[in-house]
């Protein structure tokens, strides 16, 4: 950072691979508290304060029971991202690299919807809805009608009524 940025200045590296130091200054700024920005690197383990992820249940409980739309902004770069950034994490052969690739591409094509088609991540087998503690927040923030189906602090409450 140079010497006098402040979080505005910064804002477009939030979403770097390497800025888990600039989430940690700046969480507001780059979306650790906000429930439906894009989810990637939104966990503690990329710099996330636990004080910010805590207040993202406090904004979902009243949220209706509605997923985004496959347009949604934040839904399109989580999953421009995601086959770099889970490479880039776990590591990847090439025939996982072009997976990777094929369920980013379907899901900014159908949106939430494909949730219910390929729940689980492909690399790791970690479940979409839950998040992947490494790597990004829990997408039933993003698709809460897709994903809760019981109740959860990342759920709005009218999704199990």
């Known amino acids: ?28 700024t780059c ?31 009243d949220e209706p029971c509605e997923d985004v739309s496959a347009d949604f902004e ?18 990847a052969t090439p025939e996982q690299i072009f997976n990777l690739g094929e369920v980013a591409q379907s899901m900014k094509e159908a949106g939430c919807n494909y949730l219910a088609e390929v729940t689980h991540e ?14 990004f927040s829990p997408l039933s923030l993003l698709c809460p009608r897709t994903c809760c189906t019981g109740s959860s602090i990342f759920c709005p409450s009218s999704c199990g009524a």
């Open 1 to 28: 950072m140079p010497p006098i940025s402040t979080c505005e200045d910064m804002a477009s590296h939030c979403t770097d691979v390497d800025a888990q130091l600039l989430r940690m200054v700046c969480g507001v």
């Open 31 to 61: 979306g650790c508290v906000e429930p439906q920005a894009n989810p990637l690197y939104k966990v503690r383990a990329q710099g996330c304060l636990k004080t910010c992820l805590n207040e993202q249940p406090i904004w979902v409980v």
């Open 74 to 91: 934040a839904w399109q770069s989580f999953w421009d991202m995601y086959p770099s950034a889970m490479a880039a994490l776990f590591g």
């Open 122 to 135: 492909v690399l790791t087998d970690v479940r979409y809805c839950d998040g992947h503690p490494l790597l």
